[in-house]
């Protein structure tokens, strides 16, 4: 069974940082783009920060010179190293990705990671 598995958040305080963890596990021959989102309560999901399996990134306008993206493909993992955080960032984030599996090539989401800034 495919699954996402994400660690790392929490509550910091406004300025502090966090690191994100999402780990694929399961029959995976293959990683493609993967990426951070976050919902906020009342809010609609939205693309934090993504990046390829070449390693080319991009990045929500709010968080691009705060927010680091990054990859172990050994690992399967992608981490999301935020810094500077302010409470506007306070969401749940969610890792997606796009693997390929035995039965072909899906999107895959992880269960939820809640990130609190306190100001």
């Known amino acids: 069974q495919v699954q996402l598995v994400e660690s790392g958040g929490g509550l910091v305080q406004a300025g502090g940082s966090l690191r994100l963890s999402c780990a694929a596990s399961?029959?995976?021959?293959?990683?493609?783009?993967m990426g951070w989102y976050r919902q906020a309560p009342g809010k609609q999901r939205e693309l934090v920060a993504a990046?390829?399996?070449?390693?080319?990134?991009n990045y929500l306008d709010s968080v691009k010179g705060r927010f680091t993206i990054s990859r172990d493909n050994a690992k399967n993992t992608v981490y999301l190293q935020m810094n500077s955080l302010i409470p506007e960032d306070t969401a749940a984030y969610y890792c997606?990705?796009?693997?390929?599996?035995?039965?072909?090539?899906?999107?895959?989401w992880g269960q939820g990671t809640q990130v609190t800034v306190s100001s």
């Open positions: 990046i390829t399996s070449r390693g080319r990134t």
């Open positions: 399961g029959s995976i021959f293959g990683l493609n783009v």
């Open positions: 997606n990705a796009l693997l390929l599996t035995g039965s072909g090539q899906y999107y895959y």
